[in-house]
């Protein structure tokens, strides 16, 4: 592990401050995305090409009424809004996004991110839950039993990524990655983990918890002014959050394609630009992924969403992982 | 060791700061007039019946369960895969083994029907 320098605490706070503007310029790309899909225009009046829309929409969610249905359980409808913003942001802690560019290398960053992501359900089941009310309630049950289930893939998937960095930090998973990507090793995880990074954020074909044609709001039924807009915030900063993971497991993170082969020695400035060039332009890919299926595929049906993640991809995932465990062995022991 | 922990700590402090700051903001900027109407839980405009803590699908219950059981086996791997490489045949013939076995609790669920969120099909439908 690489100590801690004052480098890393730069890092830190330029990937705090990016990760909150990315989530206000996530919405205003998603906004007009969606116009473009729907052959229509989208904001374009508050700033240039409406660029300031997001900035407007907070200031006028902080000028609205605070709303607490008088039922409700007061200080949980208070604390559960806080929960998706803090585990968004404790994500880009051990993120790296250039050769030695990361806030900190902790030897069990992969269990932390599973961890703090996991800790992402409470601030929905509780606010569907504290507010008191029938729609929220719903909306907070189909939450947690979506995302505990698709959570056994997605650790599986990481899991067999593992197999490949042989350690849990995540500089190691990145530099295992500089010749040969984790997806093309490892195509079947990462379509499951992409999967079920879209059930991890609730987002389409997977927002059953706030599916409004049938639950209203759902789990934020109940919440008006900056509570909801904290939710709102948060599920955008879990779309980048989930594109920086998707990147940096199964994208080789930093590197081009083949980079160990091919790839120049470079001072260490234009490698850090190089670097973090290459990270953020996958991670806006997939954040336009994101936007993009949103903005195609329908929303699944509950039954649906259960039987794929419980009977599809779990048992996909268990046979992806113990062959790839198998050949890693063999490969590891008889060839190389 | 634990030095490197020190940025985690910091961004968490930072992260909760920023979350209850946002929430204050909002609580004084904006106006309070709350009434009986506004203060019931919404419920497509009519009168609020009963209490939301009403009885629901037992098949919620049965996923966290199961998601219980499912999630230790993902822990134990972990540690496995970082480094079974280190060890003989015997470490990878027992993970498989055990993996196995729980995949034929998984195949029980799912022929039990604990996993069937059809009106028909299920447990307990």
Known sequence: ?336 | MFENYLPIAILAGVAVVLAILLMTLSRVLGPYRPNKTKLDPYESGMDPVGDAANRYSISFYLVAIAFIVFDVEVVFVYPWAVSYLDFGPGTLVSMIIFILELYVGLIYLIKKGALDWDLKKGMFN
């Open chain 1, 1 to 336: 592990m690489e100590p801690v320098t004052t480098t890393s605490y730069i890092v830190l706070g330029i990937a705090l401050f990016m990760l909150l503007n990315s989530a206000a310029l996530a919405v205003y790309a998603e906004r007009r995305v969606a116009a473009f899909i729907q052959n229509r225009w989208g904001p374009n009046r508050v700033g240039p090409y409406g660029l300031f829309q997001p900035i407007a929409d907070v200031v006028k969610l902080l000028l609205k009424e605070d709303v607490t249905p008088a039922r409700g359980f007061k200080t949980i409808h208070a604390i559960a809004p806080m929960i998706p913003v803090f585990t968004a942001l404790m994500t880009v802690a051990v993120i790296p996004f250039g050769d030695g560019l990361y806030a900190t290398d902790i030897n069990s960053g992969v269990l932390y991110i599973l961890a703090i992501n996991s800790l992402g359900v409470y601030g929905i089941t509780l606010g569907g839950w504290a507010s008191n009310s029938k729609y929220s309630l719903l909306g907070g049950l189909r939450a947690a039993a979506q995302m505990i289930s698709y959570e056994l893939p997605m650790g599986l998937a990481v899991a067999s990524c593992i197999l490949f960095a042989g350690s849990l930090s995540f500089i190691d998973v990145v530099n295992s990655q500089e010749v040969w990507w984790n997806v093309i090793r490892n195509p079947i995880a990462a379509v499951i983990f992409i999967v079920t990074a879209f059930a991890e954020a609730n987002r389409t074909p997977f927002d059953l918890p706030e599916a409004e044609h049938e639950l209203v709001g759902g789990y934020h039924t109940e919440y008006s002014s900056m509570k909801f807009g904290m939710f709102f915030l948060a599920e955008y900063m879990h779309v980048v959050v989930g594109s920086m993971l998707i990147t940096t497991f199964f994208f080789g993170g930093y590197h081009l394609p083949f980079a160990g082969l091919w790839l120049p020695e470079m001072g260490v400035t234009a490698k850090a630009i190089l670097d973090v060039s290459v990270f953020v332009l996958k991670t806006v890919f997939f954040a336009f992924l994101f936007i993009w299926v949103r903005w195609t595929i329908p929303r699944f049906k509950y039954n649906q969403v259960m039987k794929l993640g419980w009977k599809r991809l779990l048992p996909i995932s268990i046979f992806n992982f113990l062959g790839l465990a198998v050949i890693v062995y063999f490969w590891h022991h008889y060839i190389a």
